[in-house]
């Protein structure tokens, strides 16, 4: 909503976010009228109230709120987006919700302290509307996982957005329904919501914002209640090309050599939440043909390719990683992915699948790259197997990307930089925050890489064993860029900031990642 669009319907527009909001006049109307109509007083025009309005359609507005508040209100066009930002600012996620209930039925809260009927409550739409409200709110900031966490005496809510946790504001009268909203996610995934003493994992599916989103849920009796860890997974996301990936141009060259190799394995390494599975996907969507088969066993399957055949892992019946990889190997495939390298028995069965001609892609939790070689060989794969079945190693990391539209180029010489900065005489960026980033300076990620290539040198070192250091230290000479070093191209390019680079990858110049 712009200016030329409010002249349209013959108002006024108003910029909240560059308008200075009269606090005062939330007082007038009440949280429910405001919530459930879109709607902001901001100041005073003589005897009236102006109100930020996002629909230019309900004609009724105007009369409802003067009637709610006594007085005069003239009502200002204004962008939905930031009429949504300032009220959950102002009255929290949920509010609408809550009002509702509270509205309908004071007793309920106390049946909710007290722990009564929960099969009943957790079923109530009520709570519904604020279980779907969270986590409409958590996938329109961007969130990965969002966070319910029981303290003593206090219940609260934060989202992952970016790598980064973040506190969500809500009506105080929310923690109230603390057992009510944890009985309500249980039933979505199907969990047993009398049980409180164990652990439980569960899953459902649900349209978000028009998309399909896949929850996987997990949730823990901790010191003072249960917490309960929502990931998020938008089915509807695009599979990324590599060339999306931006991957330097020379790396992106050796690991799509790589990608195209009839046999062998390749690992994506790094921790979890560092776009692994993002990654592999792109490698998937580059080679993936009529000519050639792949088969995918993933836990769980977070996108959908055409052309690729999917399994999800099912450990309760027995379906692992690998007893689901020995039966894909009787299917024909040419390319497998297995979603990730837990333990010894995937370990060597992967090794055993790229052995027999198959290029078998997957995933591993190392540090580094050449961190790769003896994790396999602690899992008990044999040296000299590591070394001719590997043909590579990609390990990375997300930074935060700066905001396009508030960064601001500084010179070098005035930040405190580190010692291996490669151009301390240079401009770096650095973030400032406006409406689009949400104040934060940062607006979504980027990855940053580090690839091992295997050269015949390099399969000799694995074949006996040598530890990481010295591979590390070998295929430094021969040219193979860091993390770090990645990752201080990726600053004097203006894409991120000196402090996302040392937050991922530490502080000493010789740090690998950890």
Known sequence: MNEDQASQFGMQYVDLHETKIDESLFGVFSAQDLSERGAVPYAESGDSILVAVGDPYDLDLAAELSLAAGRSVQPVLADPQEISKVLKHRFGVGSVALNDELDESESAVDDFADGAELDDLGEQRTVSKLVSELLEDALQQGAS???LENEEGVFQVRYRVDGLLRAVHFPPK????RSAIISRIK???KLNIAERRLPQDGRFKTRLLNRETDIRVSVIPMLHGENVVLRLLDRGREVLSISDLEIPDSQEKQFLNMIKRPNGMILITGPTGSGKTTTLY???NAIRDQTIKIVTIEDPVEYSLPGIHQIQVHEKIGR??????????????????VGEIRDRETAQSAVQASLTGHLVLSTLHTNDACGAVSRLVDMGVEPFLVASTLRGVMAQRLVRRLCPHCKEEVSAETLTLPEDYPDPSGTVCIPKG??????????????IFELLTFDES??????????????RQYATSLGMRSLRDCGWQAVMEGKTTVDEILRLTGIASDTTGG
């Open 145 to 147: 996982d969002v966070h």
């Open 174 to 177: 929310m923690s109230q329904f």
């Open 187 to 189: 039933i979505l995934a």
């Open 282 to 284: 792109s490698a998937l």
């Open 320 to 337: 692992t990683f690998a007893n689901g990889l020995r039966s894909i190997l009787r299917h024909d495939p040419d390319v497998v992915l």
């Open 434 to 447: 406006c409406r689009h980033c949400h104040q934060l300076g940062y607006r979504g990620r980027l990855p």
């Open 458 to 471: 390099v399969r000799q070192m694995a074949a006996q064993g040598s530890d990481t250091t010295t591979l």
